[in-house]
């Protein structure tokens, strides 16, 4: 048995067994390592998938939140002009620029649209009943859901393909009656810059597809990225819409089976194969203790080869190693994936020196002082394959063989996702600063953790004055308790608040504002509340002023036939209830034609703005003087009685006896005056007016400046 052990076939047969068992033990462990690989690689794709998700919602987000905020205004604005309109909505393009085309639609049918230019073709379009069966089916849906609906990408009308973002408004509804459907506001927005802001144009290593065309999710059609890629092992996630969803799908483009070390381990294989078996031999030939002391220097040398490899191969971090000129020796797969290269070879066949890689003045300084550093770190932008510039935090050191530099190492990690943070910060910090609208951001219990310049110029308030305190030191005390509950409840429900609000500046001062509240979640909790609001008190105050114009006369500031006629009616029935008495005197100036033509319009208005102050004076508090229009003036006098009737005509012709004083110049102006009275001359608004006519008629046939009364006629 010993002279076999010795024999030259039984070391034949032990190097052939042993480089069986290295090539079996490198087959497994090259499969561990590739279901290793494809394991990461899918856990970095749904991380990818994630965020792209994120993106395209956020960008969706924006373009939908503008949709919400029309449908708002248009329910408050419905007569909105064309002028109103055209202001309103290029106002809205220039602060979102992925918006193209906002339109409205009154009853279904186009009236609306900015910019015009290009669109003209869509005007009166019946959406309703004008478009393809398919996008007729997308507008009822969202008629009847009451909800944003966004379809496309379509074709449109006037050219082009867009997504169309499409949300009805109802008007509040009336007493006992269902709200009343308006119409529609449609925006309409490119899906190239769509995707473009979702981060979609910018992946290289990528395949990216979406489908469910219209909000069908899975079931619609692929509009971006070839649609095969549903068909092959994707990851794919849900982007959810307010009607539906899209179906989100990525892969790499060299899938996922693509194992970047598989020669390299089999390479690695067979020369282990081959040393392995070459030391057996060697081992079989020699006395016991050379056995021992190689089994020892094997055993250390594989720990130490195996470290190495296994920090060297699976960092994190990209490692290189350089000669004293610069010129790359290897790097680690991190590295090679970092700069956009396939694996370490493709790298070393592209990459010169380590100066043409790092395209940074600190570097190239390095490089003509033959890197006599020990250690230094610095940010440097580096070259990838593909000539784009990323950001790198850099440890560079050098290796030394006593005095003799002998190479360089270094460690380098991609900060351009930080680097573009801090600009994207920065860029959000002077949004803040800078907006027009005021901004209070707060902590989970409403506490104030800091405030805009806006919000400082519209309460008077500083950030040092409210730091720390609760947001509720600015309520006006106009609202109850119960509009604080319901604005919390909707709050909870919902995650976001928006409406008006009266508050109170640091002066005391009360305002009106337009206020939305949005909640910060991390991790499904709430950590802060965002509200950004502006001044609305001067559209309070134009509305105001509308209101007052739409119900008194420009010139003399008196009621109205409007607010005459309501007066009249209510003044009716309070008398039918209560079996009262009420008067209507239709009066009408004598001779004022006749200076308004001789003597211009300037005197004319100042005549009727005289006789207006006059007849307010001469009635009671309770009654209502109106002008009808040119020199024709109605009173309403209710619960009047004969002798305060009486004195109150006396009152009115006071002025007239001698004809009418303007400027101290006696113009010839009288009044004739007509007086009906109810129940005796008529039960009716109308047939009172009409009595009240036919009176004033009478007076001025008896020779003006007279007052006649209907049931003198009779």
């Not at 090539?23 to 590739?34: D, G, K, P, T």
């Not at 909000?215 to 539906?244: C, M, N, R």
């Not at 799908?249 to 294989?269: E, I, V």
């Not at 094997?298 to 296994?310: I, M, P, W």
């Amino acid at each position: 048995m010993s002279r076999f052990i010795r024999s030259r076939q039984f070391r034949f047969i032990a190097v052939v067994l042993n480089c069986v068992l290295v090539l079996w033990v490198a087959f497994e462990f090259e499969q561990l390592e590739r279901r290793n690989y494809e394991q990461r690689s899918r856990s970095k794709m749904l991380d990818d998938a994630v965020s792209f998700r994120t993106q395209l919602e956020s960008a969706l987000t924006n373009r939908l939140h503008v949709a919400e905020w029309l449908r708002s205004y248009v329910a408050r604005h419905t007569e909105i002009t064309q002028e109103e309109f055209a202001q309103l909505a290029e106002d809205v393009l220039v602060d979102h620029p992925g918006i193209k085309t906002i339109q409205l639609a009154k009853d279904g049918i186009i009236s609306h649209v900015y910019p015009l230019k290009g669109n003209e073709s869509v005007l009166g379009l019946n959406l309703l009943r004008d478009l393809p069966e398919n996008q007729k089916a997308a507008v009822e849906a969202s008629k009847n859901a009451s909800n944003i609906f966004l379809a496309g990408p379509v074709s449109l009308v006037q050219g082009g393909i867009s997504f169309i973002a499409r949300v009805p408004v109802f008007l509040p509804a009336r007493q006992n009656s269902e709200p009343r459907f308006w119409g529609f506001v449609t925006l309409l927005f490119s899906p190239e810059e769509l995707f473009r802001d979702a981060g979609l144009k910018e992946s290289r290593h990528l395949i990216v597809a979406i489908r469910g065309k219209d909000s069908a999710g899975l079931y619609g059609d692929v509009f971006y990225g070839p649609a095969d890629i549903f068909e092959k092992d994707s990851v794919q996630t849900a982007v959810p819409l307010p009607t539906g969803a899209w179906q989100l799908a990525l892969m790499p483009k060299d899938g996922f089976s693509t194992f970047p070390l598989l020669w390299h381990l089999r390479l690695g294989g067979v020369v282990v194969a081959i040393i392995s078996s070459c030391l057996l031999y060697l081992l079989l030939r020699r006395p016991e203790e050379l056995r021992q002391a190689v089994d020892i220097a094997t055993v250390a040398l594989a720990k130490s080869e195996k470290k190495y490899r296994g920090l060297f191969e699976n960092a994190i971090h990209g490692i290189f190693q350089c000669t004293p000129q610069g010129a790359f020796v290897t790097i680690n797969p991190a590295m090679a994936t970092m700069l956009g290269y396939r694996d370490r070879d493709d790298f070393l066949s592209g990459a010169s020196n380590l100066c043409a890689l790092f395209h940074d003045t600190n570097i190239a300084s390095l490089c003509t002082n033959d890197f006599v550093s020990t250690n230094t770190k610095m940010e440097a932008r580096m070259r990838t394959k593909s000539g784009e510039m990323i950001w790198g935090w850099v440890i560079v050191w050098s290796v030394m063989d006593g005095e003799q530099l002998v190479g360089i190492e270094g460690i380098v990690d991609d900060i351009t996702s930080k680097k573009k943070d801090e600009i994207r910060l920065k860029l959000f910090e002077k949004v803040f600063h800078n907006s027009l609208d005021g901004i209070v951001v707060t902590d989970d219990n409403t506490s104030i953790l800091t405030v805009n310049d806006a919000f400082t110029r519209i309460t008077g308030y500083t950030l040092h004055d409210v730091l720390g305190k609760k947001a509720s030191l600015l309520q006006s005390g106009v609202h109850d308790t119960a509009f604080y509950e319901s604005l919390w409840s909707q709050l909870q429900d919902n995650g976001f608040w928006e409406g008006e609000i009266w508050n109170r500046r640091k002066n005391g001062e009360v305002y009106p504002e337009w206020l939305s509240i949005s909640e910060v979640r991390e991790d499904r909790s709430i950590v802060q509340y965002v509200g950004i609001f502006h001044d609305i008190s001067e559209i309070k105050n134009q509305e105001e002023r509308i209101r007052y114009q739409a119900f008194h006369d420009a010139l003399t500031g008196l009621p109205n036939r409007m607010v005459f006629d309501d007066r009249l009616a209510v003044a009716l029935s309070y008398a039918t209830r209560n079996q009262s008495r009420l008067a209507v005197l239709f009066l009408d100036l004598d001779n004022f034609k006749q200076v308004n033509d001789t003597l211009g319009h300037a005197v004319g208005d100042a005549v009727l703005t005289r006789v207006a102050d006059h007849f307010r004076a001469s009635v009671r508090e309770s009654d209502t003087v109106a002008r009808l229009g040119g020199d024709e003036f109605v009173m309403l006098l209710p619960g009047v009685g004969d002798s305060e009737f009486d004195a109150m005509i006396g009152r009115i012709f006071e002025v007239f006896h001698n004809g009418f004083a303007i400027d101290g110049e006696m113009l010839p102006i009288g009044i004739s005056i007509g007086a009906a009275f109810f129940p005796e001359d008529a039960t009716g608004a109308q047939e009172l007016l009409e009595a009240a006519d036919v009176a004033m008629y009478e007076a001025k046939s008896r020779g003006k400046n007279t007052c006649a009364k209907f049931s003198d006629l009779l």
